[in-house]
């Protein structure tokens, strides 16, 4: 059974930084295109970022360039999204995801204060 488990997120005040990790389970992942993704309140989820399988291929959405950068471990099925100079706006629960399938973790609440 495919499991995603984020982790990493908390308060932050802003210009804070925060790493989530995803933690998978379940398959082999090393294939695998993965994303982050987020949902602010009252909105619906967007994508953040997407890795290949390998990591060498990296894409983000316009508002997280140069602040945020996605990562794999394939040797521990683990990825990772490093955020730095936080915003209010990247106030959200984020989730991590195979890219193209429908898992999805709990997701992990990310609070940046003004």
């Known amino acids: 059974q495919v499991q995603l488990v984020e982790s990493g997120g908390g308060l932050v005040q802003a210009g804070g930084s925060l790493r989530l990790s995803c933690a998978a389970s379940?398959?082999?992942?090393?294939?695998?295109?993965m994303g982050w993704f987020r949902q602010a309140p009252g909105k619906e989820r967007e994508f953040v970022a997407r890795?290949?399988?390998?990591?060498?291929?990296?894409w983000y959405v316009d508002s997280v360039k140069g602040r945020f950068t996605i990562s794999r471990d394939n040797a521990k099925n683990t990825m990772y999204l490093q955020m730095n100079s936080l915003k209010p706006e990247d106030t959200a629960v984020y989730y991590c995801n195979i890219i193209g399938m429908s898992y999805w973790g709990k997701g992990t609440l990310v609070t940046v204060s003004s």
């Open positions: 379940g398959r082999t992942f090393s294939n695998d295109y």
């Open positions: 890795i290949s399988g390998s990591g060498g291929t990296r």
